[in-house]
């Protein structure tokens, strides 16, 4: 059975940094394209990283550019997210998937972890 839990969020300053997981089980993270998605209050869900399976390239939302980084840990299984100069409009819950720009989700959506971007 597929188990998404991801976990890392909080309430942050601007400029601060978080650092999400994803704890993937019951599948290998290595052999999918793994993302890292966001839904901000009132909004659709959105794309936010991705890193591609097999090869690990990266792609990131402009949005986010140059502020967050995607990783993955194959021998735990394990998705992240670095987000670094956090600002209020990355405000959101995060939640990761198997899926890209052009692939759905695979999986059903774990709960998502909170992140509150505020002084």
């Known amino acids: 059975q597929v188990q998404l839990v991801e976990s890392g969020g909080g309430l942050v300053q601007p400029g601060g940094s978080l650092r999400l997981s994803c704890a993937c089980s019951?599948?290998?993270?290595?052999?999918?394209?793994m993302s890292w998605y966001r839904q901000a209050p009132g909004k659709e869900r959105e794309l936010v990283a991705t890193?591609?399976?097999?090869?690990?390239?990266?792609n990131y939302a402009d949005s986010v550019k140059g502020r967050f980084s995607i990783s993955r840990d194959n021998a735990k299984n394990m998705v992240y997210l670095q987000m670094n100069s956090l600002r209020p409009d990355d405000t959101g819950v995060y939640s990761c998937?198997?899926?890209?720009?052009?692939?759905?989700?695979?999986?059903?959506w774990g709960q998502g972890t909170q992140v509150t971007v505020s002084s």
């Open positions: 998937n198997a899926g890209s720009s052009v692939i759905p989700a695979r999986w059903r």
């Open positions: 019951g599948f290998t993270v290595s052999a999918y394209t």
């Open positions: 890193m591609s399976s097999p090869g690990g390239s990266t």
